[in-house]
């Protein structure tokens, strides 16, 4: 996939996504083997998400390279979670993968792409909304 596609692919996924009800593309540029993609978006649940994703193609794939997705609620004001790989906490395990949550906790995480997080959030919303 070209980091074009790939930034095509982002901007379907949040159109097509039942967990955003409205975005707004602050900024997007592409470049033949990278690209930039930052987000504001209002949830189903009328939660705030914003997004910022640096990604590189390596081999035909896309990968996030640099990336914070921060989760708050409406009014903007509490943190849900906060995904980012900032090397700021070098003892987790998945350094610098981590995870920010509500309670101030910082917890190991994986590698993840705004792709891989709209799925993760559809059923997070999804489960909260029934619970």
């Known amino acids: ?7 095509d692919t982002i ?3 949040l159109v097509a996504s039942s967990s955003i009800a409205s975005f707004d ?10 690209g930039y993609i ?3 978006a209002w949830l189903a649940n ?4 914003e997004l910022a994703e640096y990604f590189v193609e390596t081999d035909g794939e896309c990968v996030a390279q640099r990336y914070r997705y921060q989760w708050m609620d409406a009014s903007r004001q ?3 979670s906060r995904w980012d790989n900032v090397e700021h906490f070098p003892n987790l395990a ?11 906790q910082v917890v190991p995480s994986t ?13 997070e919303i999804r489960f909260c909304d029934s619970g």
């Open 78 to 80: 509490q943190l849900r």
């Open 38 to 40: 930052r987000v504001r």
């Open 46 to 49: 009328g939660d705030f998400l």
């Open 94 to 104: 998945s350094f610098p993968h981590h995870v920010h949550l509500a309670d101030d």
């Open 11 to 13: 901007l379907a996924e």
């Open 1 to 7: 996939m070209t980091s074009a596609e790939y930034l």
């Open 25 to 34: 593309v602050i900024e997007q540029w592409v470049e033949p083997e990278r």
């Open 111 to 123: 590698n993840l792409s705004i792709i891989d997080l709209l799925k993760a959030l559809t059923i």
